[in-house]
């Protein structure tokens, strides 16, 4: 397996190998990590307190630093500082249970880090709100570059335990900017700042929140409507299918990461098949749902099957998954890719040692997938790939 596997469980190591995609720099990796190879030996749940403190710890580290460039005027380089020290806080926060102390605080220094960062590093991300009800969900816009009048956009939605901020680190939207396609990075109910600032928690109808966002960004004079796809990531892989079914505006879609059946997946789980993407899984999945206790949570995602799904989508539709997922099985893939029967250009793509990107996402190699990816989309949208 390619995945940079430094501590004895999956789960720390996802965290550390997502980190390190996501602009980590090795050293600052390893001083974080070499304190608590020990911790780690005690299992995924245990340490996790001990693995906060010291990722904070280099995360104020660099703020401080941050500060000392700021006072010199010197906001280029204020600004890398700042993202990596949010890259920082959100892993340390991502491996926290609910509830945990600090976890909240650590969550928010990180997003306002970001914000500031990629400002200060002169990046054209900016943050939105999508009207959703009567309350919005946080997104991050990234223009198309080099177009001239509205411009394609494709909606990018989280997993489980991801965030917008981690969305835009998956270079993704860069890729499909350069490409001449606008991405719109989003906080759907159940992750990032809809969960922990607006206690919006998440649902398996997710055309519910789908079709606000295309309206969102159909209002937008910048965006042409008749050229907006979604594509999510791990079980983002459920949610953007799932909107592409049931909302026919959507121009056309993918997914970094097949998720037909995550129901099923829970069973699995239950049984102990297959790895779980966070510590504290169960608290996790429980708090991400609202749901109560283990039956309750179990109800809530019974719907999340894309069976009788995947034939309602009739736009082009692209499935990609890492050959040896340890997390969501390969079989899954064929599974939404069969079922594509009313798509007018479906695809498969599996990524295998050849390239890269096997494990779950690409962890191991998220490079493979965002390109071939945001190829996808120029070419269905009408960007470019030259």
Avoid at 308 to 334: C, N, S, W
């Amino acid at each position: 397996m390619a995945l940079f596997e430094y501590f004895p469980n999956y789960v720390w190591n996802l965290s550390v190998s997502i980190a390190m995609a996501s602009g980590a720099e090795i050293g600052e990796i390893m001083d974080m990590c070499q304190p608590l190879l020990a911790k780690a030996e005690a299992g995924e749940d245990a340490g996790t307190v001990e693995f906060m403190q010291e990722w904070m710890k280099m995360a104020d580290k660099l703020v401080a630093l941050a500060e000392e460039d700021e006072a010199k005027g010197r906001l280029l380089s204020a600004g890398p500082k700042r993202q990596r020290a949010a890259l920082y806080y959100l892993t340390a926060e991502r491996m926290q249970a609910h509830g945990s102390e600090n976890r909240l605080a650590t969550f928010k220094k990180g997003i306002a880090n970001f914000l500031r960062g990629t400002s200060q590093a002169g990046e054209t991300v900016t943050r939105v709100e999508v009207p959703y009800g009567d309350t919005t969900l946080a997104a991050l816009f990234t223009p198309a570059e080099g177009v001239e009048g509205p411009a394609p956009c494709v909606v990018y939605l989280n997993g489980l335990d991801s965030n917008k901020e981690l969305l835009y680190w998956s270079r993704l939207p860069q890729e499909l900017a350069k490409r001449g396609v606008a991405s719109l990075c989003v906080d759907q109910p159940g992750t990032g700042e809809s969960l922990r600032l607006q206690g919006l928690p998440a649902t398996w109808k997710s055309e519910d929140w789908g079709t606000p966002v295309y309206d969102y960004l159909d209002a937008r004079d910048d965006i042409d409507s008749a050229r907006i796809g979604i594509t999510g990531i791990s079980l983002g892989g459920y949610y953007a299918p799932r909107v592409c079914a049931n909302e026919p505006r959507y121009a056309s879609g993918a997914v970094w990461g097949a998720n037909h059946n995550w129901a099923e997946v829970q069973q699995k789980r239950i049984n102990r098949e297959g790895e779980n993407p966070v510590p504290h899984y169960w608290k996790h999945v429980h708090w991400v749902f609202g749901a109560k206790d283990q039956a309750d949570f179990i109800a809530k995602s019974a719907g999340m099957n894309l069976n009788g799904q995947m034939e309602k989508i009739k736009v082009p539709f692209l499935v990609t998954h890492g050959e040896f997922d340890r997390q969501i099985a390969l079989d899954y893939a064929h599974q939404s890719y069969d079922q594509l029967v009313n798509s007018p250009r479906r695809a498969l793509k599996i990524f295998t040692p050849r390239e890269g990107g096997v494990e779950h996402v690409g962890a191991d190699n998220m490079s493979f997938g965002r390109h071939y990816i945001a190829d996808w989309f120029a070419e269905t949208l009408g960007g470019r790939l030259a």
